[in-house]
């Protein structure tokens, strides 16, 4: 297990001012996932260039928000499972829940430098989970409240750091519960003194087959559509009968929640994903595109996972910092224009998805 020495100082406080971005009402929000490792799981023979710690990524702007990946057991009879790679493997005595002090601290690094972490739960291919009942997501989420959040428990596998939301990224199994599991949640979080962030990351495929009903009754503040690993990806913008955002912008639309908002979810590098990825100068026009057809519910962009980062860094850092720059807060007129993309950066890195062995999730 790979730890970490970073701690808050009163100069990470002064940082924090410069780097703190996230805003649910604003439209240029970047958000990403980490502790799958999926460039490591392609390249097992070069663990020097594997996914770094957690507050490795919080150190400058590129990022916003951090999903930690994932919660893979929703196994009511006994503790939740954590799953995240290399990172941390020691469990509790006498459970298989994971203790994670490093994180934890981690954690609290990345929150005193303005970013916002969030627990992902489920994940695709290798997990099995699900919650078949309301009465299952009540209950799932009190022990999430206590493990994660606001609560208290005996086994908090991040100690006392406090998570700044959960996220839903169902895959498979169940998934009657997670209305449920969700309006539980939202009276914890009442009267919270911080805000809490409920998002999901649903396939791009309308509607998605294991969250289509949580979607349209639930409260939602961040949806991470993934378009990617999808005949609707966002190589298909042109294509009527293979992409469809609109239908994704009446769901948000209609949320319960009227700040409800839509993310563009995007590989963060050609071998991240099985299809969907696109060099730059391609990414933004398309980005520009969606931008201004639906501004008022455009929140931002999603990227799978934060090791692409480290391994295709000058792609992901051009892409944040165009979104940031173009992208604002509020509504914008539809006749608003962005600049054209300037760059024509492409990746070099090709690594097939199917490469990638099952002890590292590909999302």
């Known amino acids: 297990?790979?730890?970490?020495?970073?701690?808050?100082?009163?100069?990470?406080?002064?940082?924090?001012?410069?780097?703190?971005?996230?805003?649910?009402?604003?439209?240029?929000?970047?958000?990403?996932?980490?502790?799958?490792n999926s460039w490591g799981g392609g390249h097992l023979d070069q663990p020097?260039?594997?996914?770094?710690?957690?507050?490795?990524?919080?150190?400058?702007?590129?990022?916003?928000?951090?999903?930690?990946?994932f919660l893979t057991n929703f196994n009511l009879t006994g503790?939740?499972?954590?799953?995240?790679?290399?990172?941390?493997?020691?469990?509790?005595?006498?459970?298989?829940t994971l203790h994670c002090p490093d994180i934890g601290a981690d954690i609290k690094t990345c929150q005193a430098n303005g970013k916002k972490v969030v627990l992902s739960l489920g994940g695709g291919?290798?997990?099995?989970?699900?919650?078949?009942?309301?009465?299952?997501?009540?209950?799932?989420?009190?022990?999430?409240?206590?493990?994660?959040?606001?609560?208290?428990?005996?086994?908090?596998p991040y100690d006392d750091a406090v998570l700044d939301g959960i996220d839903l990224d169902i895959e498979?199994?169940?998934?009657?519960?997670?209305?449920?599991?969700?309006?539980?949640?939202?009276?914890?979080?009442?009267?919270?003194?911080?805000?809490?962030?409920?998002?999901?990351?649903?396939?791009?495929?309308?509607?998605?087959?294991?969250?289509?009903?949580?979607?349209?009754?639930?409260?939602?503040?961040?949806?991470?559509?993934?378009?990617?690993n999808n005949p609707c990806n966002l190589a298909n913008i042109d294509n009527k009968w293979n992409f469809d955002y609109q239908?994704?912008?009446?769901?948000?639309?209609?949320?319960?929640?009227?700040?409800?908002?839509?993310?563009?979810?995007?590989?963060?590098?050609?071998?991240?994903?099985?299809?969907?990825?696109?060099?730059?100068?391609?990414?933004?026009?398309d980005l520009a595109k969606l931008y201004n057809s639906y501004p008022s519910t455009f929140g931002g962009i999603m990227l799978w996972d934060a090791s692409w980062y480290s391994n295709n860094k000058e792609y992901v850092q051009r892409l944040s910092s165009w979104v940031k720059s173009n992208m604002k807060c509020g509504s914008i007129s539809p006749s608003t224009t962005i600049p054209e993309p300037t760059s024509s950066y492409t990746t070099v890195a090709t690594v097939p998805a199917s490469s990638q062995p099952p002890s590292y999730t590909v999302y």
Not at 5 to 28: H, K
């Open 48 to 69: 020097d260039n594997w996914e770094k710690p957690l507050a490795v990524y919080c150190q400058d702007s590129t990022f916003d928000v951090i999903n930690i990946s």
């Open 172 to 228: 498979s199994g169940e998934h009657t519960g997670y209305a449920a599991f969700i309006n539980q949640l939202r009276t914890y979080f009442q009267g919270a003194s911080k805000q809490y962030i409920i998002s999901a990351a649903p396939q791009c495929v309308f509607p998605d087959a294991n969250l289509g009903s949580t979607l349209s009754s639930a409260w939602i503040d961040n949806n991470y559509v993934q378009f990617y």
């Open 79 to 96: 503790l939740p499972v954590l799953n995240h790679a290399f990172h941390c493997e020691t469990v509790y005595n006498g459970t298989n």
């Open 247 to 285: 239908s994704w912008d009446t769901l948000t639309k209609a949320n319960p929640n009227p700040n409800s908002k839509m993310y563009v979810g995007l590989p963060a590098g050609s071998g991240a994903a099985g299809n969907g990825f696109l060099d730059l100068s391609t990414v933004q026009a």
């Open 1 to 36: 297990m790979r730890s970490s020495s970073f701690i808050a100082t009163a100069a990470s406080c002064l940082l924090a001012t410069a780097l703190a971005a996230y805003d649910s009402l604003c439209s240029n929000n970047v958000v990403t996932y980490w502790g799958q």
């Open 125 to 156: 291919n290798i997990y099995t989970y699900g919650l078949s009942s309301s009465a299952d997501g009540q209950k799932f989420a009190d022990t999430v409240w206590n493990m994660f959040l606001g609560g208290k428990h005996q086994y908090r």
